[in-house]
C-alpha cells in the first residue's frame, strides 16, 4: 500500500496545470515563455492573475491531497512523503515530458495537511524574504531552509530526513536563477520590464 500511494502522488503531482491552462486558453506553451517555469509565478507574470490563482489553487490541492492519502487508508506513514512524492511529479511530470515547475505550492499544499505550524513559519519567511528581496527565488529556498532549521528542533527524525532533501532539491531547481542572479541578469519582482511577458488569451473575454 505504501509503494502504491507513493506513486499515486507522484502522478498526481505530474498534472501540469499551468501548461494545461496555457494551452487551452492561451495557445501557447508557458514553457516558452517568461522564467520558462510551469508554476504560478510565471503564469501570473505571463497568463496573468485569474489564470495564476486558478494554477495556485490546484498546485495546492495536488500537494495536499498526496499528503492526505495515507491519513485516509489509515496507514501509519509521514504523510509528507507522499507530499514529497507529489513535489517530484510537480516538477519532473511523466504527463509533461518531465519538465515541470519548482513546487513552491504544491509544497505548501502538502504541509497544510501534514504539519501546519510548519506551514505558517516556512510561508511567512517567504513572503518576507522576497518582501525584503525582491526575488521569489530567494523566498522560494527559504522555504527548505525554514523547513530544514524547524526539523533540527522537532524530535521527530523523518521530519528532519526529509527537511534535507528538500532543501538541496529546492537549492537545485533553483540553480539557473542562482546562476543568473551572479551574473547580474535574474529578474526582481519590481521589474517592469516583466509585463512584457504577458500574454493575452485567444479569447479576449477571458
Not at 144 to 166: A, K, Q, T
Not at 176 to 203: A, M, T, V, Y
Request: charged share 15%.
Amino acid at each position: 500500500m505504501f509503494w502504491l500511494l507513493l506513486l499515486a502522488s507522484y502522478l498526481i503531482g505530474s498534472v501540469p496545470t499551468a501548461l494545461i491552462v496555457g494551452r487551452l486558453v492561451f495557445g501557447v506553451d508557458i514553457r516558452d515563455h517568461g522564467s520558462k517555469n510551469p508554476g504560478a509565478t510565471n503564469t501570473l507574470r505571463v497568463l496573468g492573475k485569474k489564470s495564476a490563482i486558478f494554477v495556485l489553487l490546484i498546485d495546492l490541492t495536488k500537494g495536499a491531497l498526496a499528503a492526505y492519502m495515507p491519513i485516509y487508508f489509515n496507514l501509519e506513514a509521514e504523510p509528507l512523503y507522499f507530499g514529497f512524492a507529489a513535489v517530484v511529479g510537480h516538477c519532473f511530470p511523466i504527463f509533461a515530458g518531465f519538465r515541470g515547475g519548482k513546487a513552491i505550492a504544491t509544497t505548501a499544499g502538502a504541509l497544510l495537511i501534514a504539519n501546519f505550524p510548519l506551514l505558517v513559519i516556512a510561508y511567512i519567511t517567504f513572503f518576507l524574504v522576497i518582501f525584503l528581496t525582491k526575488y521569489v527565488f530567494f523566498g522560494s529556498i527559504t522555504v527548505g531552509l525554514s523547513m530544514l532549521v524547524y526539523s533540527l528542533v522537532s524530535p521527530n527524525f523523518e521530519l528532519e530526513l526529509i527537511s534535507f532533501l528538500f532543501t538541496f532539491f529546492l537549492i537545485y531547481l533553483h540553480r539557473s536563477n542562482i546562476r543568473n542572479f551572479i551574473l547580474g541578469i535574474e529578474p526582481k519582482i519590481s521589474d517592469k520590464n516583466l509585463q512584457n511577458d504577458r500574454i493575452p488569451p485567444k479569447n479576449s473575454s477571458i
